[in-house]
C-alpha cells in the first residue's frame, strides 16, 4: 500500500519505518557501543595483554616436529667434521664465524660472536709427543707413532690433525723404569704400595683408561712421585669384539690398534679458564700466577693398545693380579724392571699451556612477552679432531634447529621468552667457553635464565635416549619424549614414541604399578657445558642424547670417544646413517625449548623434586643410619631431621602445584609471580660456601660425585664426608663437618620451601 | 493533535515514534554493543588488570601525612619507656607480644612473633660488676656505683634495670696497674709502646669513649697484652657546657657525672649471633664453639667520668699529651703507676655469655597486585634500659604508622606491593634479631626485596633530618622530605619542608647553581640493622632520623646514649616535647614506603648511583693516581679502567631511566621487567667472595670503613688495600690484593650496567 497523500501514513508504512529505524538505529548504537567501550583503554591494551593471557600456539610444536629435515643435519655435520676443529685453532674462529653467519641468515634477532682469552695446552708438532721404549744401550727399540694412521678417505684428506696428547700435561722428558697401575685408581696405588711394597718413586706409570676421569689418574700418579704418566686404551674396555681388521673401525665402531683417545687432565674444580677462577677471562681479568694452579706438574701423554703392546711385553717382575689382566694377548706384569736389563722408558712431550682466544657464538630469538627470561639452548663447538660425535652431532642438530625456528619465525611466530643458542669453545679443555660465559653474565642469569638445555653428543647408540637433568626437568624431558616419534628401532621395534623406548630401555621407579614407571634421568655430574648452568647459577639443566645399550655393553665412552677416527665416515656408514636419530634429538631438543619459551605457565613440575628428595634421603637413612647411631654423634640436625624436612618440602610442593595450576591466567603478574617460583626454587639450593671442599660448587642438594667426577648424585657433599669415615683414625673433626653440612642441608631445604610462599 | 481514527498516523507521530524507537534501540544496541564486546575476556580481565595499570592513589600521600599524630606517637614512648627491656629479658618478649596484638588490632593482614636462640650476653646481679681502687694493703679506698643513681621519678620507679656493663665482655678479677691510653686506638697504642717504651702486659687500661668503636679499643688493648679495660665517657665529649648540675641532665642533655654508656663489644663482622655466622640461629643450627669465636678474651668494663675522676687523680707517671687532656679538672697523667706506692686497680665482672631466646615480630599488609614484592619498614625494639632515643622513639614512631596504614587498609586501600613491618630483636647486641632474619628468609628477599626503611633512633636533636642510604634510595628520600612540613624550627626558620631544613642544614654536591644542591645521604655503615639488608641481602637500605647540629657540636653521639637517663622525662621534656619531630620522621618514612609500595614503577632513580660512583672514582684518581704512576704498577685493571667502567655505568642508566619513563604501563610484563631492574640493580654488587678481609660483606661497592664501623664509604675494599700502602716493608703482596680487587670491581659494575639490558 502506497503513501496516504496529506501527511498520513499507514500503520504498515509506520511498522516498517519503525523496524528499519530499530534495525539501523541498534546496528549503530552496536557499533558506538562496541567502539566507546574500546577507548580508550582497550585501544591501547589488546596486543600486549591479549598476548600475554594467550598460552603458546600449540601447532608450533607439530611444525617442529615435522620439519626438522634429517638431511640437513648430515649437511651441517659433514661442513663440521671436515675439518679438525681444536679450540684456540684458526677452525674455531672460522666455524664460529659459519655459525655466526648462519643464524643470522636463518632469521635469528641477533647473534653475537664473542671471545674470551683462556690458557689452553698444546703438543709442539715440531716436537712431536712420543714415548719410546729404550735398550739397554739407551737406543729406542719402539717408538710411539706420532699420528693415529689414516683408515677412511676423509681422514686421509685432512690436515692439521693434533697429535694425540694430553692438554695441561705438563712437557718434560723423563726416563726411567715402567710399573703397570691398573686403572690408577686410588685403590691401584694403594694395592702396589701396601700390598708389594713398591717404591713408585721417579718411576714412569702404565695405566689403563677408563674407571675414573683421567686427570684423577695423574693426581694419584703424581702423589705417589711418579715421573710420568703414559694412559692406553686397552682392548677389554674399548674393543671388546677383538681388534682384528673385521672387528674394529672402520668395520665397526670398536677402537683399532692404532686408535688413542685424547683427553684434557684439567680437573673439574674449578671450572673454566684455569687463570681466572670464579671470574670471566676478559681482557681486565686479574690471572692467577699458573704455578699456582693445580694443573699437572708431570708430563702424560695417551697412546694406543696396539703401541702399549710393545711395553707391556717387555715388563717383567711380579704378575698382576687377574683382575688387572687386560685384552691384550700377553701377562700383565707389575713391571718396575724389563725382561731384559737396562732397558728403560723415555717420554718426549712438549706440551705447553698457551693463552689463546677461543670463540662462543650466542644467537637470540627475543621474547615477545618476557623477553627478560631465557631459555637457553647449548651445545659446544670444539672437538678433538673431527669430533663427529663429540660434539658435531649435536652441532649439527643445533643448527637445524635454529633453521627452523628462524624459520616459524619469518612465518610470523614469536616465541612468549628468549631462546638463546649457545654453541660453545673449548669445552674439551675443561668447559671453558660456557663457563666463561657463566662468569660473565651471571648477574643476569641469575635472575632470569629459566632453563638450559644442552646437547653434547646427539647420537652416540641407537639404543634409546639418556638424560640426565635436575628434577625441575623431568616433566618437560617426559612430555617432549612423548611428541616424538621414535626412529626405525631394530631392537625394540613397538616403541613408537621416543618416550616409549625410553621408559622400556632405561625404567626407573619401577613399582607394582607399571603406569606408574617412568624413564631414568640422571643427576647431572660435570662432564659438559651444563655444569656452570647447574653449579654455579642454580638453572635448572638438563642434557639428552642417544646412546648405545649400556646393559649389554657396559663401556664407560664409546669406544672412538676423542680419537681421530670419530669421523663424518663413522656417522654416516656406522653409526646414523639415516640420521634419524640426530632427528629425534633434535625434535626432542626443539620441543623442550619451545614448551619453555611458549607456555604461559612454565613447564616445571615440582613434585619430582620432592619425591627425589625424599627417596634420596631415604637412601642416605638406608646407608648411614646405623653408623650415626653406633658413632654416637648427636646433632642439632640429624638424618631424622633433614628427613622431616624433605617432607616437608613435598607436601608444601603438592599445594604449590595444585595453586600454580588453578593460577587466573588473566592475571599476568599472578602467572608471573608463579613462574618466578618455578624457575628460582633450583637456585634456592645455591649456598654461597658450596659443597664441603668444593667452595666453587654451589648447589648443595645435587653435584658431581667425588669418586667419578662425571657422574651426579644427591647430597654429594654428605656422602663425601661420610666416605670411609669409620676408617678415619681421628673422625671427630669430619664428624663435626657432618653436623655442619647436615645443618646447612636443613637449613637450606627449609628455606626453599618457604619459597614457595609469596609471603615472606 | 491526537491520533488518527482508522490507522492512519500523521507525520509529526510518525517522527515522534521513529525518535522514541531510535533512542530505545540506539541505547540497546550501545548496551548490546558495549557488553558484546567485553565478554568473554573482559568479563574476567578487569579487576586485577585494571589494578595492575593504574598508578597508587595519590591523596594516600595526604592521608598519611596528615593522619600521624604526635600524640599517638607520645602514647607509645611512655608504654615502652616504662620499664627496661633488654634482648633476651622478660621484657623482650612481653613488648614483642604488645607489638603482635597491636598490629593484629591495628588491622595488618599477618603478624609473626618468631624466636631465634642466640648467644646474648648479661652482668651477674648477685655479683654486680665494678672497678675498685686498691691502697697498698689491698683494701678498697673506691668502688664504682653498681647502677647509676635515680635522677626522676620514672627512673626511680622503675626495676631491672641493667646495671653498666659491656655486652660480651670476658668475666675476671684482673688486679694490676692502670694505664690511661686516651681513645685506645691504635695510634694510641702505638704512642705508649713506640715513643714512650711502655710496657702494657697485664696493665689494666683506662680508656675515654669516642672516635672509634668500643669494640676495637678491646681488641687493641687486647693485642698489647692487657689484663682488662675500663671504659669512660669524658666531660669534654659527653658534658661540653660543664659537669655542674644546671648543665648536665635532668636539666640539660649532657651527662650527669653519674651517668655510663653500655654497649657491645662484639665487632661488626660475622654481624649476627655470634654462634650461627651466615645462617639463622634456629633449632637445627649448627653452633660454633664459642671459644672459636672471636669475642673478648679480658674483662671490660665502663664508668661514668665521676668514677674515672677518683682513678685519675690518683695516677702518676708521665703526664699525657695535650691532646690526650680530657675535661676533668685534673691532669690526665700516663699511669703505670700510682702517686701512692702499692696502689692497684681491681676490675670485678661477672659478664658472661648466655644462649637466649629473642623475638622479632613481622607484621605484613600483603600487596594486591605484586604480593611477592616487599617493602620492609624496621626498627629494633630492644635497649639497654629505657632507650627513650635509642630505638624507641623509632618504634613509637613505628607504631603509629602502622596505626594509619591499618586504618588506610580498614578504609579500603591496599598497597599494590607488599608492606613488611619488622620489630627487630638484639640489635644493641650486635644486629642480632634482623641479621638473623635476613639469614633466615635470604633466599626469598634476594629475588623480591624492594628496599629495606630503617628507622632506629627517630629523633636525637632538633637540627634536620640525616639520612644514610644507597644511592638507589636518594630520589625517594628527597621526594618524600619534600612532602612533609618541617616541625616549627628555631634554627633555621624559614624552612617549610623537611627537605628544605635538610638541604639547609646538610648541603652535598654544593655547585655553582644552588638549585643542583642536594641534601647530603651519606653510605650506610653497620649501625644498625640495614647492615644485613644492604651488605648480605644487596637490597637498597636507607636510615633517617632527626638530628643535632653536629656542626656546633660534633659529638660522636648525643650524650646520654646507651645510659640509664635516656627516659621518656628526657624527650617528654627536653628533646621533643610536642613530638612534632617524631611526627615529621614518621610522616617522612610513611611516604617513602607507600611510595615504594604503590608507585606503578618503582620509584628508584638510577641516575645518582652514576653519579655517585663516577664522583667516588675521581676520588679515587685524586688520592691514589700518584701512588700508582710511582709504585710502577701494571694492572690489568688499572683505576683508568675503572674510571671508563663507571663512566660506561654512568651512560647506559641515563638511556635506561629514560626507557623506564617511557614503559608502557598498559604492558603489565614491560613494567614488572623495568621494575626488577630497578630493584636488582643493588644486587649485582655483591660479590661472592665480599670484601677483601671481610667475606660476609657481598656487597664490593659500598661498605663500612675499617676505620670506623659505622660509617660507610664507596670501595672500602679498595681504600682498606691502599691504606698507608706506602709504608708497607714488602707490598708486592698488597699491590696483588690491589690487582685482584680492582678486577673485581671492573666486572662488577661491568656486570651490572649489563642488567639494565633486557637480552643478555
Same mark, same amino acid.
Given at each position: ?29 552496536v ?11 582497550? =585501544? ?5 595483554? +591479549? ?24 649437511t651441517?655435520l ?32 641477533s ?12 703438543? @709442539?708438532?715440531? =716436537? ?8 739397554? $744401550? ?9 699420528q693415529?694412521?689414516? +683408515? ?34 686410588? !685403590?691401584d &696405588? ?8 713398591? #717404591?713408585?718413586? %721417579? ?7 677408563? $674407571? ?11 702423589a ?17 669384539d ?13 677402537? /683399532? ?52 703392546y ?7 717382575? !711380579? ?9 691384550? #694377548? ?29 670463540? %662462543? ?57 628468549? *631462546? ?18 657463566v ?7 641469575? #635472575? ?15 639404543f634409546?635416549?639418556?638424560? +640426565? ?59 659438559s ?27 664407560? =665412552? ?26 629425534a ?50 646433632f ?27 593460577? @587466573?591466567?588473566?592475571?599476568t ?9 618455578l624457575?628460582? *626454587? !633450583?637456585?634456592? &639450593? ?24 662425571? =657422574? ?6 654428605? &656422602? ?8 678415619? /683414625? ?6 663435626d $663437618?657432618?653436623? $655442619? ?20
Amino acid at each position: 500500500m502506497g503513501r496516504y497523500s496529506g501527511g498520513l501514513y499507514s500503520r504498515q508504512t509506520l511498522i516498517v519505518c519503525l523496524l528499519v529505524s530499530f534495525a539501523i538505529s541498534l546496528s549503530l548504537g552496536v557499533i558506538i557501543g562496541w567502539f566507546s567501550h574500546s577507548s580508550p583503554s582497550t =585501544s591501547t591494551l589488546p596486543d600486549s595483554f +591479549l598476548r600475554a593471557t594467550s598460552d603458546g600456539d600449540p601447532s608450533i610444536s607439530e611444525k617442529i616436529i615435522t620439519q626438522i629435515d634429517p638431511e640437513n643435519i648430515r649437511t651441517y655435520l659433514r661442513y663440521f667434521t671436515s675439518t679438525s676443529h681444536l679450540a684456540g685453532d684458526e677452525q674455531d674462529r672460522i666455524q664460529a664465524e659459519y655459525v655466526k653467519k648462519l643464524w643470522q641468515d636463518q632469521g635469528l634477532d641477533s647473534v653475537d660472536l664473542q671471545s674470551y682469552d683462556v690458557l689452553l695446552s698444546y703438543p @709442539d708438532v715440531n =716436537s712431536p709427543n712420543t714415548v719410546s721404549l729404550l735398550d739397554d $744401550k739407551g737406543t729406542a727399540v719402539y717408538t710411539t707413532d706420532v699420528q693415529e694412521k689414516p +683408515l677412511t678417505d676423509d681422514q686421509a684428506d685432512a690436515d692439521n690433525i693434533i697429535p694425540p696428547f694430553h692438554a695441561y700435561s705438563a712437557s718434560g722428558t723423563p726416563t726411567g723404569v715402567l710399573v703397570y697401575v691398573n686403572y690408577g685408581r686410588v !685403590e691401584d &696405588f694403594n694395592y702396589l704400595t701396601r700390598n708389594k711394597s713398591m #717404591n713408585l718413586t %721417579n718411576a714412569i706409570m702404565l695405566c689403563r683408561y677408563g $674407571k675414573v676421569f683421567r686427570g684423577e689418574k695423574i693426581v694419584n700418579a703424581q702423589a705417589h712421585g711418579a715421573a710420568g704418566v703414559i694412559i692406553f686404551s686397552d682392548p677389554s674396555d674399548y674393543a671388546m669384539d677383538g681388534t682384528e681388521p673385521e672387528n674394529v673401525y672402520p668395520n665397526t665402531w670398536w677402537l /683399532p690398534p692404532t686408535g688413542v683417545q685424547r683427553g684434557t687432565l684439567k680437573l673439574s674444580s674449578p671450572p673454566g679458564d684455569p687463570l681466572t677462577p670464579s671470574y670471566p677471562a676478559t681482557e681486565h681479568a686479574y690471572r692467577v700466577n699458573p704455578k699456582d694452579t693445580d694443573l699437572p706438574k708431570i708430563p702424560s701423554h695417551p697412546i694406543s693398545y696396539g703401541g702399549a703392546y710393545h711395553f707391556l711385553k717387555e715388563l717383567s717382575g !711380579e704378575s698382576a693380579p687377574e683382575d688387572w689382566q687386560g685384552g691384550l #694377548n700377553l701377562t700383565y706384569n707389575l713391571g718396575g724392571e724389563f725382561i731384559k736389563p737396562g732397558w728403560a722408558v723415555r717420554m718426549n712431550v712438549s706440551t705447553t699451556n698457551q693463552r689463546r682466544k677461543t670463540y %662462543n657464538v650466542i644467537g637470540t630469538i627475543e621474547g615477545e612477552v618476557e623477553p627478560d627470561r631465557y631459555v637457553l639452548v647449548g651445545n659446544h663447538r670444539d672437538a678433538w679432531v673431527f669430533g663427529a660425535v663429540d660434539p658435531s652431532s649435536g652441532t649439527a642438530a643445533m643448527l637445524e634447529l635454529t633453521r627452523v625456528f628462524g624459520k616459524l619465525k619469518k612465518e610470523g611466530w614469536k616465541p612468549r621468552r628468549s *631462546l638463546v643458542f649457545c654453541s660453545w669453545a673449548a669445552e674439551e679443555h675443561g668447559l671453558i667457553g660456557s663457563t666463561e660465559w657463566v662468569e660473565d653474565k651471571l648477574k643476569s642469569l641469575v #635472575n632470569r635464565a629459566l632453563v638450559y638445555l644442552n646437547v653434547d653428543i646427539a647420537v652416540q647408540g641407537n639404543f634409546s635416549i639418556r638424560a +640426565l637433568g635436575t628434577p625441575t626437568m623431568y616433566q618437560s624431558l617426559f612430555d617432549a619424549a612423548k611428541k616424538v616419534p621414535n626412529p626405525n628401532s631394530t631392537s625394540v621395534a613397538e616403541a613408537s614414541t621416543l618416550y616409549d623406548q625410553w621408559v622400556r630401555c632405561f625404567p626407573d621407579n619401577v613399582t607394582a604399578d607399571p603406569d606408574d614407571t617412568q624413564p631414568e634421568v640422571a643427576a647431572l655430574g660435570t662432564g659438559s657445558d651444563y655444569r656452570s648452568f647447574i653449579y654455579n647459577g642454580g638453572v635448572p639443566s638438563c642434557d639428552i642424547r642417544y646412546t648405545w645399550d649400556k646393559f649389554s655393553t657396559p663401556l664407560s =665412552s664409546y669406544p672412538l670417544y676423542h680419537s681421530a677416527y670419530e669421523t663424518f665416515f663413522l656417522m654416516d656408514k656406522l653409526m646414523d646413517p639415516t640420521f634419524e636419530y640426530h632427528a629425534a634429538v633434535t625434535k626432542m631438543w626443539g620441543e623442550m625449548a619451545r614448551n619453555h619459551a611458549d607456555s604461559i605457565l612454565v613447564p616445571i613440575d615440582l613434585s619430582y623434586y620432592g619425591t627425589s628428595l625424599v627417596d634420596s634421603v631415604a637412601k642416605l637413612q638406608k646407608d648411614y643410619k646405623q653408623l650415626f647411631i653406633d658413632s654416637g654423634v648427636t646433632f642439632a640436625a640429624s638424618l631424622d631431621v633433614l628427613e622431616t624436612e624433605v617432607k616437608s618440602f613435598q607436601k608444601r610442593i603438592k599445594q604449590f602445584m595444585q595453586e600454580a595450576n588453578e593460577v @587466573d591466567h588473566t592475571n599476568t603478574l599472578a602467572v608471573r609471580a608463579v613462574n618466578d617460583q618455578l624457575m628460582l *626454587l !633450583e637456585r634456592a &639450593f645455591l649456598d654461597s660456601y658450596g659443597l664441603p671442599g668444593r667452595p666453587l660448587d654451589k648447589h648443595i642438594i645435587y653435584g658431581a660425585s667425588s669418586q667419578d667426577n662425571y =657422574s651426579g648424585m644427591a647430597f654429594p657433599g654428605l &656422602f663425601d664426608l661420610l666416605f670411609e669415615i669409620d676408617r678415619e /683414625p681421628n673422625p671427630a673433626e669430619r664428624w663435626d $663437618k657432618v653436623d $655442619k653440612h647436615l645443618s646447612v642441608l636443613v637449613y637450606t631445604i627449609h628455606a626453599a620451601t618457604a619459597t614457595l610462599s609469596s609471603a615472606i
